[in-house]
């Protein structure tokens, strides 16, 4: 059997979140991890994501990308979910518990995700306008009807479903988005739980080698 390429994923070669781990191929880096995956990762600047070749790979002129062989993806939930189907440890082997972490992963991207990107829209795009002051408190309470549903689903547990899986992963990294905010403290078995995620050996690495892209320091150890 020929070996398995190796894949290749696309990040920015200067993150606006100066590598606090936000960017979205931040994800995918830690599903490599989790799955002991080795991969390469290509630079791109923000008018190079913009030009016909890497608009080939990705046509909203976004990252990250991935590139396997003849495979190429977009969208960090389905790399994410291509990664999960092929490698073990981030999905159950139970068809049902299986299907449970797929759900959690849809969750995390389309019912807890909008309202906290509405925030980060509303805070860095909006600040000068009229309705700011009007508008920030609406949004902001738009998040805590969600986390307040989440964090009665999740109670005591440790993760969403049982074990640890992508469910918890996308989740995770979802509402890392928050910490920022103040918003997500007011939930602590919410806070403990991104606490859980961010103490996993897998996503300290894939932490560190994204923090290595901004600060052109590579991670040792």
């Known amino acids: 059997m020929p070996p398995q390429p190796i894949p290749v994923i696309t990040v920015f070669e200067r993150s606006p979140d100066r590598g606090k781990g936000l960017a979205r191929d931040m994800r995918v880096r830690w599903a490599l991890e989790e799955a002991g995956q080795a991969y390469e990762v290509r630079l791109v600047s923000f008018s190079a994501m913009k030009e016909p070749a890497h608009r080939a790979l990705h046509p909203f002129g976004q990252i990250p990308t991935y590139e396997e062989g003849a495979l190429t993806l977009f969208e960090s939930g389905a790399i994410v979910f291509h990664i999960a ?29 909008p309202p906290i990107l509405d925030l980060q829209t509303t805070r860095f795009q909006e600040a000068d306008k009229a309705w700011y002051k009007q508008r920030l408190p609406i949004v902001e309470d738009r998040i805590r009807d969600r986390l307040r549903e989440l964090s009665d689903r999740l109670g005591n547990a440790d993760w969403l479903d049982g074990a640890f899986s992508a469910g918890d992963l996308m989740m995770v990294s979802v509402l890392l988005r928050l910490k920022a905010s103040g918003l997500l403290g007011e939930y602590p078995n919410l806070s403990a739980y991104v606490a859980r995620g961010e103490a996993r050996p897998a996503y300290k690495r894939a932490f560190d080698a994204q923090l290595a892209v901004f600060t052109g320091n590579p991670p040792t150890g």
């Open 85 to 113: 189907e092929h490698h073990a440890g981030l999905l159950p082997d139970d068809a049902n518990a299986r299907a449970r972490a797929i759900t959690w992963m849809f969750a995390a991207l389309n019912t807890i995700e």
